[in-house]
């Protein structure tokens, strides 16, 4: 069954720094997204990408924050210089075109920033 | 007034039982609805997917939204150890739109 991979599964970074989130969307959807999870709070949204640019993003998604689609396959979150309230579960997400379809979740990646 | 409230629970149930879990909003805009379930520190797993009002049922899941009481149900049968997860609703107006998420409800099905 196609799935949403995410890469890497974990990843510590010092505060500052830039980190790159990585994600492969199941081949043939169109609409991608990122959400993150603080733990133990609700999942939230961060931004929408459709046809090569952002089509929707949240107050979360800042100057920090960038998203690309560098080739077909590829999806990345880019958090410019890392906070410590940054540290959360980063969940990549992907949908195909169609009216009636749902959002598919990769595992996520989990960001610990120290 | 929150946009998606759901009981966090935790909600503990033997084996066997029927779980009734359940979300409320305050968006009317709100027509596409969907149950995931997410083990601890894992991305959420689609359940079941409802447009409008109705009923859907899968296997011993059934999803129902009244949209007049802005009220979605999650009806699990015969629950198994095995569902202990927590449990995320969430809605958006329009099919591609952002997904807003319930606080997850936790839920434990002893043997």
């Known amino acids: 069954e196609p799935e949403v991979t995410q890469t890497p599964s974990h990843q510590v970074t010092q505060m500052g720094q830039e980190v790159i989130l990585r994600c492969v969307p199941i081949?043939?959807?169109?609409?991608f997204y990122w959400y993150r999870q603080i733990l133990g709070q609700k999942v939230e949204f961060l931004v929408s990408f459709y046809n090569n640019e952002i089509s929707e993003k949240s107050e979360i998604f800042d100057d920090q924050f960038s998203v690309e689609r560098p080739d077909g396959s590829n999806f990345t979150l880019k958090i410019r210089s890392t906070k410590l309230e940054d540290s959360a579960m980063y969940f990549c997400a992907s949908k195909w075109g169609g009216q009636d379809t749902e959002a598919f979740f990769g595992q996520g990646t989990r960001l610990t920033v120290v | 007034q929150k946009e998606v409230e759901q009981d966090p629970g935790p909600l503990s149930v033997p084996e066997g039982a029927i779980v009734s879990l359940n979300c409320t909003y305050s968006n009317s805009a709100f027509q596409y609805f969907m149950w995931y379930r997410q083990y601890s520190r894992k991305g959420p797993e689609l359940l079941m997917y409802t447009y409008s009002s109705g009923n859907k049922e899968d296997g011993r899941f059934t999803a129902q939204v009244d949209k007049s009481s802005k009220y979605i149900s999650l009806f699990i049968r015969d629950s198994q150890p095995s569902d202990s997860a927590t449990y995320l609703c969430?809605?958006?107006?329009?099919?591609?739109?952002?997904?807003?998420f319930g606080a997850g409800t936790r839920l434990a099905v002893h043997p």
């Open positions: 969430a809605m958006s107006p329009r099919p591609h739109n952002k997904l807003i």
């Open positions: 081949s043939n959807h169109l609409y």
